[in-house]
């Protein structure tokens, strides 16, 4: 079945580090995938996606680049802030409306000063 | 924004109460889904509804029950509480027409069983 693996946290960065969070997938298909951010306190909210291979999905200074033949889709940011500390989930969807998500299980990110 | 909403937000009750969260959404979803956050922040589905009396359970199993009789609301359901009950339980929905799979999820019903 499918499934997603993320590097295990917590991440501790100093602001204005360089940001990388691993994520590896398995499918069967040719999914979409996507990172959510979690807040402290919050529900998940979207990140950035990407649908296809070789795709970048990009947001608020956040990337992430579908690589097929590595199945990966890891997040960077160039210089973190004390405000992106954060939960971050890397997840696929299979092509089709009646899928759902498959989620991995989270990375903590914590920004300190 | 996402215009899904749930209550309450936090709830702490006794053992054996019966409890439901609510959850509801205006965009026009056709799919809903309940997930359960544990302490280790997994997320683990455990109901979700692809319509209007449509509700079947998810990956991991839980005591709780949902009900779709609206399209905008998906309420859960615990009829007695316990304390291995205590968690996060989020919801979320999609629109089951576009193949992009994007989740909107809900705030949060953080649950204390005491």
């Known amino acids: 079945g499918d499934s997603v693996t993320q590097m295990e946290g917590p991440v501790t960065l100093s602001e204005e580090a360089f940001l990388t969070i691993n994520c590896t997938y398995t499918?069967?298909?040719?999914?979409?995938l996507f990172w959510y951010v979690q807040y402290p306190g919050e529900g998940l909210q979207l990140l950035l996606k990407?649908?296809?291979?070789?795709d970048k999905g990009s947001n608020k200074g956040f990337e992430a680049t579908y690589r097929k033949e590595t199945t990966s889709f890891h997040l960077e940011k160039g210089s973190v802030q004390v405000s992106d500390s954060a939960v971050y989930f890397c997840?696929?969807?299979?092509?089709?409306?009646?899928?759902?998500?498959?989620f991995g299980t989270g990375t903590q990110l914590k920004v300190e000063l | 924004e996402a215009d899904i909403y749930q209550t309450p937000r936090y709830l702490v009750i006794g053992t054996g109460k019966k409890i439901t969260l609510e959850c509801s959404q205006t965009m026009g979803h056709d799919k809903m889904y309940w997930y359960q956050q544990d302490p280790g922040m997994e997320l683990h589905l455990i109901h979700y509804?692809?319509?209007?009396?449509?509700?079947e359970k998810g990956d991991l199993s839980s005591e709780s029950t949902v009900s779709r009789i609206r399209t905008e609301h998906f309420p859960l359901t615990l009829e007695s509480a316990r304390p291995s009950h205590t968690s996060q339980y989020l919801c979320?929905?999609?629109?089951?027409?576009?193949?992009?799979?994007?989740?909107?999820f809900g705030e949060g019903s953080r649950l204390t069983v005491l």
């Open positions: 997840a696929l969807s299979e092509k089709g409306g009646g899928n759902k998500l498959t």
């Open positions: 509804s692809y319509g209007v009396n449509s509700t």
């Open positions: 499918a069967t298909g040719y999914p979409s």
């Open positions: 990407a649908t296809k291979a070789d």
């Open positions: 979320a929905s999609r629109d089951g027409h576009t193949n992009t799979g994007e989740l909107f």
